[in-house]
């Protein structure tokens, strides 16, 4: 089955402690990005990756680091989590960038709250 | 710079009557991609359907289907019959082709009642 998968779905942690979300895709997409909602904004882009090796900013970047070592997987970093960063965040791949490819896939949504 | 506005925080409509929900873009890339994705309580993010700039006719998915004005700058999403399973946040989102980024409105919660 094609799917983006995010671990943790569900995780408390404490200001400072670095944590990791994976994100792994079984469609070899080149194209991944990492967002973050919240309440009353929508979904705000974090990090991209164009292919391995390539990432960017995205419009929130801030506190927050990623790699792409594999196409598969395209992890988020926080290094010193705080509490402004409580958020649900999704991942998300497709196929290539440019305006005709259709959809993006998105995972569950990684719903983490910083204390 | 790119920019998706939805004015409509929420919306309320009858099972079986149509409805459609608002989205105005402003983008300076002569082609462009328009979305909509559907987010149930549950969290998830489902994609509803797509418009490119270039298109000819309006798209449409089954129920849905995307009214789309260039000149007026508007991807309206109309869902026709409307169902209590359609009660959900939507989200209109637009990727420009000078960009990577796929930039999202700030929703439309819906409420489908008997």
């Known amino acids: 089955e094609a799917q983006v998968t995010q671990n943790p779905r569900y995780l408390i942690t404490v200001t400072g402690k670095k944590l990791t979300v994976t994100c792994s895709q079984n469609?070899?997409?080149?194209?991944m990005s990492w967002y973050r909602q919240d309440p009353g904004l929508g979904l705000r882009q974090i990090y991209y990756s164009m292919n391995v090796e390539v990432t960017d900013k995205g419009d929130v970047p801030e506190g927050y680091k990623v790699s792409r070592k594999e196409k598969r997987n395209f992890p988020l970093i926080l290094e010193s989590p705080s509490p402004n960063q409580t958020s649900l965040y999704f991942c998300?791949?497709?196929?290539?960038?440019?305006?005709?490819?259709?959809?993006?896939?998105f995972g569950e949504g990684s719903r983490l709250t910083v204390l | 710079a790119q920019k998706i506005t939805q004015t409509q925080p929420g919306m309320f409509v009858q099972e079986k009557e149509a409805v459609t929900l608002d989205c105005t873009y402003d983008?300076?890339?002569?082609?462009?991609?328009l979305f909509w994705y559907k987010q149930p309580s549950s969290g998830e993010m489902i994609f509803l359907i797509y418009?490119?700039?270039?298109?000819?006719q309006n798209a449409t998915e089954g129920r849905y289907s995307l009214n789309f004005q260039k000149a007026r700058k508007s991807a309206n999403l109309v869902i026709s019959a409307s169902q209590l399973g359609d009660s959900a946040m939507y989200f209109c989102?637009?990727?420009?082709?000078?960009?990577?980024?796929?930039?999202f409105g700030t929703g439309t919660r819906l409420q489908v009642f008997p």
């Open positions: 989102a637009m990727r420009g082709r000078n960009t990577d980024k796929l930039i």
């Open positions: 983008t300076s890339d002569p082609s462009y991609g």
């Open positions: 469609m070899n997409h080149e194209y």
């Open positions: 418009q490119g700039s270039y298109d000819q």
């Open positions: 998300a791949s497709s196929l290539e960038q440019g305006v005709n490819t259709g959809e993006l896939f």
